[in-house]
């Protein structure tokens, strides 16, 4: 017979956390004048579901990074993704739609 204790199981549940560094880089080739924002997901900070990786394979690329509110105003460094203006539709109860956030780690 298994012995199983449900509090343990409860306390080992995973946590998501999505973690990434964001660097600007600013150029000048010839005429043309280059300026980005890049996001790089760090996998050995990140836990459970990486929403980052899971919305940009459904979405892409553009909408994801579209969508976070803040990548503008924030300098360069390490962050945490975690979504914000979540809309929850009223008959299901799931969210439907919702932002994303940098927040400082």
């Known amino acids: 017979m298994l012995n199983l204790d449900i509090t343990v199981l409860k306390n080992e549940e995973k946590e998501n ?3 990434v560094k964001l ?8 005429r043309t004048y280059h300026a980005s924002k890049n ?3 760090l996998k050995k900070q990140c836990k ?3 929403i980052l990786d899971e919305d940009v394979n459904d979405g892409g690329v553009e ?3 579209s969508r976070i509110i803040n990548l503008y ?3 360069d460094g390490i962050y945490e993704l975690v979504t914000c203006n979540e809309h929850t ?4 109860g799931i969210i439907g739609e919702y932002d994303y956030k940098l927040i400082p780690v």
Do not use: P, Q
């Open 17 to 19: 956390k999505c973690v």
């Open 89 to 92: 539709d009223f008959e299901t």
């Open 23 to 30: 660097t600007t880089t600013i150029y000048k080739r010839s």
């Open 39 to 41: 996001l790089t997901s």
């Open 73 to 75: 105003d924030v300098k």
């Open 63 to 65: 909408d994801v990074l």
């Open 48 to 50: 459970g579901y990486n």
